[in-house]
């Protein structure tokens, strides 16, 4: 079983949908998980930490269900912008910080 | 902008060949993390490298091995390289070896012939 695994893409959405993205963990002793944007050839840039309280940044929201080894990621009210491969990030607590990524799912936004 | 950069952008090698790539921290961290990408998937870590010292590895062969100068800044050297190996190579500086979150650098796209 992978470490990190999401939802296998690509989501076509129209602009104005609302569109969740879903990822599980198998480690869990994890402790700190993330969403990162990827847009094409480069770099990932973080969007926002999960945590189990939940999170909400404008239009993104993240939950994590630790008893499930669960984040979501919701997107409301899309824009051709939110275009983009959206990463699940987990930290699996080692000693040190290393960032233990999903395959990613790719979302594209249409007029 | 992260203020983290890479050199080169793009390289171009042959298989067996030898390549280091480079990769300058943000002003005032002091880990440096090396990732790599292949087409699409999710970035795989290779190893963090914490004041000078390599400070956790990740499941790569001994090929792949790096450094990190007194400046914080670090290389990555990759030795007899396979197709395989081609991949977008990601840099990410953070400070301290316990701190969540790190920025990355644009990535050096090796190919592979």
């Known amino acids: 079983r992978k470490e990190v695994e999401q939802d296998p893409g690509p989501f076509n959405v129209p602009e104005g949908a609302t569109v969740a993205f879903n990822c599980t963990y198998s480690?869990?002793?994890?402790?700190?998980f993330f969403w990162y944007r990827q847009d094409c050839r480069k770099e990932p840039k973080l969007l926002m930490s999960?945590?189990?309280s939940g999170n909400e940044d404008g239009r993104f929201t993240a939950q994590l269900n630790r008893a499930s080894q669960y984040i979501s990621l919701l997107i409301r009210d899309s824009k051709l912008s939110d275009s983009a491969t959206y990463l699940c990030?987990?930290?699996?607590?080692?000693?040190?910080?290393?960032?233990?990524f999903g395959k990613g799912t790719m979302l594209l936004v249409s007029p | 902008e992260t203020g983290v950069t890479q050199s080169p952008t793009h390289l171009i090698k042959t298989r067996g060949q030898q390549v280091t790539l480079r990769c300058s921290s943000q002003s005032g961290h002091n880990t440096v993390s090396w990732y790599q990408q292949a087409l699409g998937q999710g970035p795989q870590f290779i190893f963090q490298y914490y004041r000078e010292e390599e400070n956790g590895r990740g499941n790569f062969p001994p090929r792949f091995s790096g450094l990190q100068f007194p400046n914080y800044s670090s290389e990555l050297n990759v030795n007899a390289l396979e197709l395989d190996d081609s991949a977008l190579y990601l840099c990410?500086?953070?400070?301290?070896?316990?701190?969540?979150?790190?920025?990355f650098g644009p990535g050096t796209r090796l190919t592979v012939l």
């Open positions: 990030v987990v930290i699996p607590g080692s000693g040190y910080s290393t960032l233990t």
């Open positions: 999960v945590y189990s």
């Open positions: 480690n869990s002793a994890s402790q700190s």
């Open positions: 990410a500086s953070s400070l301290g070896q316990h701190t969540d979150t790190q920025y």
